[in-house]
Antibody, heavy 118, light 106 residues
């Protein structure tokens, strides 16, 4: 079965760090472009970052310089390293797989809640 | 940065047709994708590249895109179609989501 499962999020103080992971099954992470998308409580979807199959990465302006996307091919897992966390980073974080040549997302993880608060 | 505007809410009578719009500058030149999200669940891709339905998505869902507006059409609306819907495009190496529309089936 094709699926994505995110690691548990948590409660982090402002300025802190957290690394999310997203384990894939049924397909190969490194052969697809993979993204993180977040949703603040009661708000809409916000794209965060993408890593292409060739390794190129892009970030939303809101997280550039603070977040880093990466993958471990041997573990078939996607990561999001989040540093200098802010209250406004509080959200459910989903990992998602890209549809080849379409720049859409066809497989989504259930999401993990990250709360940034003192 | 590119922006996508959707109506906050759309209501449709059971069995009738709902149309959800997504406005953007010259959006007709881009590929538009649509997602359905029910409360507490992950989004589901229902239309990609303007008009294509992924496997398992009913034919009642269709899409169009021209000029400055893309449209998702839900025909013969069912109670189970109640959800938030988001449009999305790719622009200058970033992914942009619309503001989201809550669809209510009356």
């Amino acid at each position: 079965e094709v699926q994505l499962v995110e690691s548990e999020g948590g409660l982090i103080q402002p300025g802190g760090s957290l690394r999310l992971s997203c384990a894939a099954s049924g397909f190969t992470v490194s052969s697809n472009y993979m993204s993180w998308v977040r949703q603040a409580p009661g708000k809409g979807l916000e794209w965060v970052s993408v890593i292409h199959s060739g390794g190129t990465t892009f970030y939303a302006d809101s997280v550039k310089g603070r977040f880093a996307i990466s993958r471990d091919n041997s573990k078939n897992t996607l990561y999001l390293q989040m540093n200098s966390l802010r209250v406004e980073d509080t959200a459910v974080y989903h990992c998602a797989r890209g549809v080849p040549a379409a720049y859409a997302f066809d497989i989504w993880g259930q999401g993990t809640m990250v709360t940034v608060s003192s | 940065s590119y922006e996508l505007t959707q109506p906050l809410s759309v209501s449709v009578a059971l069995g009738q047709t709902a149309r959800i719009t997504c406005g953007g500058n010259n959006i007709g030149s881009k590929n538009v994708h649509w997602y359905q999200q029910k409360p507490g669940q992950a989004p589901v891709l229902v239309i990609y590249s303007n008009t294509n339905r992924p496997s398992g998505i009913p034919e009642r869902f269709s899409g169009s895109n021209s000029g400055n507006t893309a449209t998702l059409t839900i025909s013969r609306a069912q109670a189970g179609d109640e959800a938030d819907f988001y449009c999305q495009v790719w622009d200058s190496s970033v992914y942009v989501f619309g503001t989201g529309t809550k669809v209510t089936v009356l």
